[in-house]
T-cell receptor, first 110, second 113 residues
Framework: GQQVQQSPASLVLQEGENAELQCNFSTSLNSMQWFYQRPEGSLVSLFYNPSGTKQSGRLTSTTVIKERRSSLHISSSQITDSGTYLCAMDPGTGSNRLTFGKGTKFSLIP | NAGVIQTPRHKVTGKGQEATLWCEPISGHSAVFWYRQTIVQGLEFLTYFRNQAPIDDSGMPKERFSAQMPNQSHSTLKIQSTQPQDSAVYLC???????????FGEGSKLTVL
């Protein structure tokens, strides 16, 4: 089965609304990361091995490794936030040999 | 810092031809990873090198795919006798160590006709 489940698969909001993205892992994990993939395809690391709650600008990651879940909160979403958000886990290799979820495709309506 | 550089950005090959993709990791990064992304499978790990040595190639298809890292400034992914199912975006990434924040290149989109 799928080791990394992301929900929702797609999300459409109006500009200014808040978004909540979820990531659940079916197996134990060493660490996890959140990535943003721009519409043209480039990938950017957002949070590396967050545990507890970490914030970067309008993004907040809340991760509970023991419960195998993580969420990404985007506050006051903007058009430039459109794209795909991916979470990935290290299942225990102790490396960046990551297993990725299928992503949440996030679109904004002006 | 130019980031991870991948060439070519787009490559179209005919079935049965060979394709070679290049990656220049961020200077000073000791770990280099190759991933492949398709609509159906999503992002999948292929292989990785640490200090130029191959560490884990468990994600590589056993036939036709090979990867090398002849020096610390570049890695190559070679696909022999390409098939339409090899069509994907091939992403290279590097990190300062084999863990830590991962930096991706822009990807090489391979289309096999």
């Amino acid at each position: 089965g799928q080791q990394v489940q992301q929900s929702p698969a797609s999300l459409v909001l109006q500009e200014g609304e808040n978004a909540e993205l979820q990531c659940n892992f079916s197996t134990s994990l060493n660490s996890m990361q959140w990535f943003y993939q721009r519409p043209e395809g480039s990938l950017v690391s957002l949070f590396y091995n967050p545990s507890g709650t970490k914030q970067s600008g309008r993004l907040t990651s809340t991760t509970v490794i023991k419960e195998r879940r993580s969420s990404l909160h985007i506050s006051s979403s903007q058009i430039t936030d459109s794209g795909t958000y991916l979470c990935a886990m290290d299942p225990g290799t102790g490396s960046n040999r990551l297993t990725f979820g299928k992503g949440t495709k996030f679109s904004l309506i002006p | 810092n130019a980031g991870v550089i991948q060439t070519p950005r787009h490559k179209v090959t005919g079935k049965g031809q060979e394709a070679t993709l290049w990656c220049e990791p961020i200077s000073g990064h000791s770990a280099v990873f190759w991933y492949r992304q398709t609509i159906v499978q999503g992002l999948e790990f292929l292989t990785y090198f640490r200090n130029q040595a191959p560490i884990d190639d468990s994600g590589m298809p056993k036939e036709r795919f090979s990867a090398q890292m002849p020096n610390q400034s570049h890695s190559t992914l070679k696909i022999q006798s390409t098939q339409p199912q090899d069509s994907a975006v091939y992403l290279c990434a590097s990190s300062p160590t084999n863990t830590g924040q991962l930096y991706f290149g822009e990807g090489s989109k391979l289309t096999v006709l």
